[in-house]
């Protein structure tokens, strides 16, 4: 009797060791982790990029005076080129606002505006020849925008600086003589090449497609302001109402731009 319930008591006692060995090497099993989600896309920092697209240049002179009056007092042609350069800046960022500091540099190809204006004697008059062109154009922006999800809403705004070269000549019909000077010479007119200071402004969108490479579209205006020049030519007093005043000119060019660039956020 007594072996049997010791029997039974050992029985028992192994039963119950299985049991708990069991449910302890249980407890031991490591837990599978998953990897944390990666943390949310932040405009913040250095970013450099290119840029490139669709540019039409609008140039205007303005004849003051009346040196070609005939044709009214203001003259305007457009041209349609390209436009291709590279930017740089700097974003901060707080909650959905980000905001930060931009620079440019583009080229423009293909945005030289010219025009011939006829005289109002027919064939074989005095024409005027006018030629408009900004090779390259530099900003410095500020930018403010919406950050909606990886995506980036922003106005741009700031100094536009750009190189001009205009002119606006009177020239005599390839048949005669005209003013003093040869068949097919200018007589008189009004010239600008330099670097003038402007303004800019446009609207874009940015979109953030890995933790450091955006693509973004851009709309860009600039206006790179007026500019008064005196008349100049190979004699004098082609150059004056009736030989007191000098005529006065007035350049003016302006480019709205289509852009798409591709930028690098470090």
Known sequence: MKKSLTRKLL?????????????????????????PPPPPATWAGFYLGVDGGVARHDAFFNDIDGFWSNRGATFSTTAT??????????????????????ADINGFFSVKATEVWDGDL??????????????WVATFRGRLGLDFESTLVYFTGGLAVGKVENSFNGVCAASFACNGVPAGAVYAGFSENATRLGWTAGVGVEHMF?????????????????KSV?????????????GTSTYRGEFSNTLTSGLVGIGYKF
């Open 11 to 35: 029985l028992a006692s192994a039963s119950a060791l299985a049991v708990s060995g069991t449910a302890f090497a249980a407890d031991l099993t490591m837990p599978i982790l998953k990897a």
């Open 81 to 102: 080129g390209g436009v291709f350069g590279g930017y740089a800046g700097y974003n901060w960022q707080d909650r959905s606002f980000v905001y930060g500091l931009e």
């Open 122 to 135: 027919g064939p074989g008059s005095n024409t005027a020849q006018q030629s408009q062109n900004v090779p």
């Open 210 to 226: 890995s933790s450091h490479w955006t693509l973004r579209g851009e709309f860009r205006y600039v206006d790179l302001g007026k």
């Open 230 to 242: 005196a008349c100049s030519g190979p004699i004098p007093s082609n150059c004056t109402t009736f």
